[in-house]
């Protein structure tokens, strides 16, 4: 259903090796933060279970993955864990590049904030005034308020397209206009609202953002970005060069789908750089957070001056800054970003107000999961508040019948390249069993009550209506399904 949208073998980079006489060794730090993962979801009074991350690396189908810890400005500890290349066996180390996603984002947009450092643009100037062979179009949304770079950085741009699937190296690889226009696999990039109104997630707008720079500049976003942010920071595993060159393809991590299988092409290409077109490592994303800390305590040769980074993590709608996310409070308010690219699934985390930060990128669609569940080891042991579980309360046993909703389900509307998309739900002991036969998933639900069932695993609900001649349910909110006569599908 999610359609709709091992021998591990470890690597050890240890930047602080000292044990001190009183509290664990950085050993058994990480022994610890490694072996007590927890579910996202856990039910109220049940006992805790706790996961290696060998463990959760296996039932996530997660091939490799690669992490990060910052404390007090410097970095803590990196590590490796499992495969990186599945057809010789080639194991991730620290320096294994991952594809970063919408990482890219908050580090691209240092690129705009530089520039306004230089005078060179206006955060509430209309980006048409600097945008030469492209402009975005004028509309009725455009007549009073513009697309401005701050707009743009913090989603509230009114801009469409939300994100990028990327291209197979067969692909024709188009250029920036082309994506812009929709000549590319993803429609246009235009105002739908008026800007400022409303926060809303657009990787079209940090493409128009690249584009800027660009124009400014006369240089593409991955030369740009090399000698004044990059390099700048060390970050030597790390390049918005797409493709990615031949010289740095000799450690980086294939992509892996939700079967742990790798994708066509080995991983897919993104020419929408700012939006999700790094190649990184979580020790060079560490870097990155040492940086901004480092400014803030009063560094004067950083690639950004300590206003423009107090600018930056300053919250405008839905608590976004110029660039990354923005949450919590006092020495709790934090600053990161997630990433979803084809087999990459990826998060990072940071406290300026203690120098602290984590930095986890995995080489799987499902990866998610697991990066979530490493976030609340970790948080737990630094006592950062952050991935804090969701506690359910499950019905009593035997109180709900099972046999007023299995049967076939069908979506609503057809699927491209599908059609007619069907799940199978059934009865497993006192939980609901849905078989998506798209993808080869099987989920199993828990019932909350007589209508309301969730995955203890992931989070994902279903809500049933039964009041109508034909039972129907929505899916996580919002994609729904009815039950179908399985006597008309076999005529």
Known sequence: MKLLFRSLSLALLIASSCTTEKGPSLEDEIKTIESQLTKSIQVKDAPIEYFSIEERMAHYKVPGMTMAIVRSGKLQWAKAYGIADIRDSMKVDVN????????????????????????KVDLDTDVNKYLTDWKVEENEFTATEKVTLRRLLTHTAGMTVHGFPGYKPIDSFPRITDVLNGKGNTPRVFVDTIPGSIWRYSGGGYTVMEKVVEDITSEPLEVYMQPHFLMKMNMDRSTFAQPLPVENQLNVSLAYDVNGEVIEGLWSNYPEQAAAGLWTTPSDLAKYYIEIFDILKGKEDGVLSKSTVEMMLTKHKNDWGLGPSLGGEGDGFYFGHGGKNEGFSNDMTGFPKTGDAIIVMTSADLGMGLVR???????????????????????????????????????????????????????????????????????RMSAQDALNFIDLDDGDTIKFNLQKENASFVWNDRFNFYRVDTTSLKK
Request: hydrophobic share 40%; net charge negative.
């Open 96 to 119: 294994t590049m991952f594809q970063a996603g919408s990482i890219s984002k908050p580090v691209a947009a240092l690129a705009a904030l530089h520039l306004m450092e230089e005078n």
């Open 373 to 443: 569940e490493i976030f609340r080891s970790a948080s737990e042991y630094y006592n950062w508040e952050i991935a804090e579980p969701k506690i359910v309360e499950l019905a009593d046993s035997g109180t709900v019948n099972l046999d007023e909703i299995i049967g076939t389900y069908v979506y609503e509307e057809e699927v491209p390249e599908i059609g007619k998309y069907y799940v199978y739900l059934q009865k497993d002991g006192d939980k609901i069993m849905i078989n998506d036969p798209n993808t080869g998933e099987i989920e």
